[in-house]
């Protein structure tokens, strides 16, 4: 079944350290996302790619970073930069480039990272 | 800035009983109308979604939403909830050519059997 993968599903970090999300789909879709899910807020975009090697920042970029060298991986790194790390974050990939904006996104089940 | 915004944060329900959610986005033009649902432990899902044409839409599960217009709004419905509902519903929209999602703080719904 086509999908997509997060992992890991729980990661912990200490203060000072970068830590890499990774986030597959085999759905061929080309774009991809990154949200942050904290209580109440619902979800906030950090990151978005419409197409290999090209990434637009969201709404909430500062202290993450992502790479997109291949269609089907789109991982984060969450930066010692990022001042509140501790969240649930949430891949996505749709169809969608610009001008297809109504494909819906399809989410993967999430990696809930901790600060130690 | 573009927004959506749900009214309620958490909303408790008796089974059969019914259910109207609401999502007001900021402003008009083009718009693309989305509703997800997150079930405890599972990943978030596609309810259902608005482009054109009919304004009143129905999803999966016996849920429907309205597109009002004029009022910037997209109401999720269902006449009878079940205990099986009991999820964080999210609206989400798009504008004109962009394909950014922007999703509203969700909502929260018990359903008491």
């Known amino acids: 079944d086509g999908g997509i993968t997060q992992s890991p599903k729980y990661l912990f970090r200490k203060e000072g350290q970068n830590v890499t999300l990774s986030c597959e789909q085999n759905?061929?879709?080309?774009?991809m996302y990154w949200y942050r899910q904290d209580p109440g807020q619902g979800l906030r975009l950090i990151y978005y790619s419409q197409i290999v090697n090209d990434f637009q920042k969201g709404d909430i970029a500062e202290g993450y970073s992502v790479s997109r060298e291949k269609k089907e991986s789109f991982p984060l790194t969450v930066t010692s930069a990022q001042k509140n790390p501790t969240a649930f974050y949430l891949c996505a990939s749709s169809r969608a480039r610009m001008g297809l904006s109504n494909q819906p996104q399809h989410f993967g089940d999430g990696t809930r990272l901790s600060i130690l | 800035a573009q927004s959506v915004s749900q009214h309620n944060h958490h909303v408790i329900l008796s089974e059969a009983a019914s259910l109207e959610l609401g999502c007001n986005y900021s402003y008009g033009g083009t718009v693309n109308l989305f509703w997800y649902v997150q079930y405890p432990g599972q990943h978030l899902q596609l309810l259902l979604k608005y482009f054109s044409g009919d304004p009143l839409v129905k999803g999966i599960k016996g849920f429907e939403a309205e597109f009002i217009k004029s009022k910037f709004s997209f109401n999720l419905r269902k006449p009878s909830v079940q205990w099986s509902d009991t999820a964080e519903y999210f609206c989400?929209?798009?504008w004109g050519q962009g394909n950014k999602l922007v999703f509203g703080a969700g909502t929260i719904l018990r359903v008491k059997s």
């Open positions: 989400a929209v798009t």
């Open positions: 759905l061929n879709h080309d774009a």
